[in-house]
């Protein structure tokens, strides 16, 4: 199939409507994290609304890898671009009357919803990629390498647009736009997908979700704590950090900062995929055997290990939210995006390159649902970190779960030691 025009096509197909849901994505997270902090959210409180989007992804990757086995890749796609127009219709509906712990509630469960649709558009995307992908030269490699790129530089610039449609818009007419706009996308994939996927197996069982590999259940830990690490500054604590020191407490200066703040997020993601794009060059993948990119794997991990650990050092060293500490955490994270992203590119080959053709959507769906629940630590954890350790606290977490993920890497083991990437 990869070798056909219509493979080609689909995977472009699946790419664009990737590419549109996670431009919404990241933008309605800036949005809803900037919002509730000039409400007078506390930490916790914001991380509180981002549990349910991460509860709701690990159920969802564990039964949507069954459900595209049953009924289709392209019937998950066109759910998760749904699903992700009504939840943004949803929360336009917040009435900014309700008491705090109302509000709180619902927006968990429209972002619970909004969980869902993120993933069942990923494990659809990754899926097909193991599909459609050329099997010579690190082809696989390098797809993979693409879509996971390009999907975080855009997500990237979601995280802008959020911040400059608050600033701009507001919070209700921002949510409508992209409900609008993502409603139009989906229904022009529908018109225009072409064919190249599967259309689903009738006796997939719900039973074969769990997958009997160790190499996939180890490299599924790994990714658990790799995205702990990340989301443990990433989704509170960072930007709140970044708020408090850029905003003057004026109308203009709350508006600016939410400038600066979408910006760096911005700058982070779109960083992040460009590495990830490039990582089959940098590794020089198309040439290395399995079992040497398993220990790069291991290797790059004990890398990412020193920046947070290195910030933290110098979190505890700063009396105070000093300008040279602002600084330092601005050059140091975005090393720790370089070197994550080479870390996230290699676990996302290697998820692929262990599974067989026949249960992808398990497997894919098995590790996602790891993803989400590194996610969904790293997010609790977030919240509570800063408020009870500040930076510190934060980034030394980070730098202990990416220990955890190192470990777990070096369990993983060559299953074709002489073969070079497919």
Known sequence: M??????????????????????????????????????????????????????????????????????????????????????????????????????????????????????????????????????????????????????????????????????????????????????AILIAVLIAMPPGLPKGRKGAKFSEVFSKSANVNWLSAARVFLFGARDVWFVVGIPIY?????????????????????????????????????????????????AELIGAARGWALLLFLVPAALAAAALAAPGPAPWLTATLVAGLLAFGAVFAVNSSLHSYLILAFTKAERVTMDVGFYYMANAGGRLLGTVLSGLTYQAGGLALMLGTAAAMVALSALASGRLRAEHPQVTPA
């Open 242 to 290: 970044f708020y408090a020191v850029l905003s003057d407490g004026t109308t203009e200066g709350n508006r600016a900062a939410f400038f600066l703040v979408g910006s760096f997020m911005a700058v982070w993601i779109i960083l992040y995929g460009a590495v990830q794009a490039a990582a089959p060059r940098l590794l020089r993948a198309a040439t290395r055997p399995e």
């Open 2 to 183: 990869s070798g056909r025009p219509e493979g080609l096509s689909a995977y472009v197909a699946v790419t664009a409507a990737y590419w549109a849901f996670m431009l919404t994505d990241g933008a309605l997270r800036m949005l809803v994290l900037l919002h509730f902090h000039t409400l007078g959210f506390t930490p916790i409180q914001l991380a509180y609304l981002f549990v349910f989007y991460e509860i709701a992804g690990m159920v969802t990757n564990l039964c949507a890898g069954w459900i595209a086995a049953r009924f289709g890749l392209t019937s998950t796609l066109y759910a998760g671009l749904g699903l992700q127009v009504v939840a943004l219709i949803a929360l336009a509906q917040l009435d900014p009357g309700w008491a705090v712990g109302l509000s709180v509630a619902y927006v968990m469960v429209v972002q619970g919803a909004s969980g869902v649709a993120k993933d069942l558009a990923k494990m659809s995307s990754k899926s097909a990629v193991k599909l459609l992908a050329p099997t010579e030269q690190g082809g696989l490699f390098r797809w993979v390498a693409i879509l996971t790129g390009s999907k975080n530089a855009v997500k990237g610039l979601g995280f802008l647009m959020g911040a400059a449609l608050l600033a701009s818009l507001g919070f209700v007419w921002s949510v409508l736009a992209m409900a609008a706009v993502l409603a």
